[in-house]
């Protein structure tokens, strides 16, 4: 059951063009929404991240649009630049209440791979 | 701190053969996960430790696999027999409590894993 849908699978952008990445999720237990970058041969980074009480974080040229009616969050790259070029996940946490104690889990959607020409 | 860390970075293995990877989170993480990461089917949760306690291994794809976490700074996967198919990227990941990261996996860098 795949709890979070990420769309395109692959972008193509000219450099200094924006590159948008969309997410949809069906699970409102969810509570957090990070993106993470992964460049080759690396292991998966935090890149920025957004709670539900806000419909819009921007770092840089990141920016995270959030609709918590549709269930639906998107990545905007402002100046998309050619080292931006890598693969980018979305996801989304949850609180598990555990015996153990609590836990957070993340749920990842199938990734971005996304090409700044330059 | 150094990063969560793994090791072997490559394993080329043959068939049937036994295959052990391994973790240490970063001091002072409670919570340990593995994934594995392929073309086809992205990234997927395997296991995840919560205070050295197994809590959700319902992602580990059969009996072949196995993890353990004996402490707080050391974790394994085993595969045992290993086959062709489990030809994977396989990352472990560890989260803190404290709240200012509470939310946010580190990765560390990943083991290739190539089954002959």
């Known amino acids: 059951q795949q709890q979070v849908k990420q769309s395109p699978q692959s972008l193509i952008v000219q450099k200094g063009g924006i590159s948008i990445i969309n997410c949809a999720y069906e699970?409102?237990?969810?509570?957090?929404f990070p993106w993470y970058q992964q460049f080759p041969g690396k292991g998966p980074a935090l890149l920025i991240a957004?709670?539900?009480?806000?419909s819009e974080k921007k770092e840089g040229r990141f920016t995270i649009s959030f609709n918590k009616s549709a269930k639906q969050f998107s990545l905007h790259i402002m100046d998309s630049q050619p080292g931006d070029s890598a693969t980018y996940f979305c996801a989304a946490a949850e609180e598990r209440e555990l015996s153990s104690g609590s836990a957070r889990q993340l749920t990842f959607g199938s990734g971005t791979q996304l090409t700044v020409l330059p | 701190d150094a990063g969560v860390i793994q090791s072997p970075r490559h394993e080329v293995t043959e068939m049937g053969q036994e295959v052990t990877l391994r973790c240490k989170p970063i001091s002072g993480h409670n919570s340990l996960f593995w994934y594995r990461q392929t073309m086809m089917r992205g990234l997927e949760l395997l296991i995840y430790f919560n205070n050295n306690v197994p809590i959700d291994d319902s992602g580990m794809p059969e009996d072949r696999f196995s993890a353990k976490m004996p402490n707080a700074s050391f974790s394994t996967l085993k595969i045992q027999p290993s086959e062709p198919r489990d030809s994977a990227v396989y990352f472990c990941a560890s989260i803190t409590t404290d709240p200012h990261y509470y939310n946010e996996q580190f990765f560390g860098p990943g083991t290739r894993l190539t089954v002959l």
């Open positions: 699970n409102t237990a969810f509570d957090y």
């Open positions: 957004i709670r539900p009480d806000v």
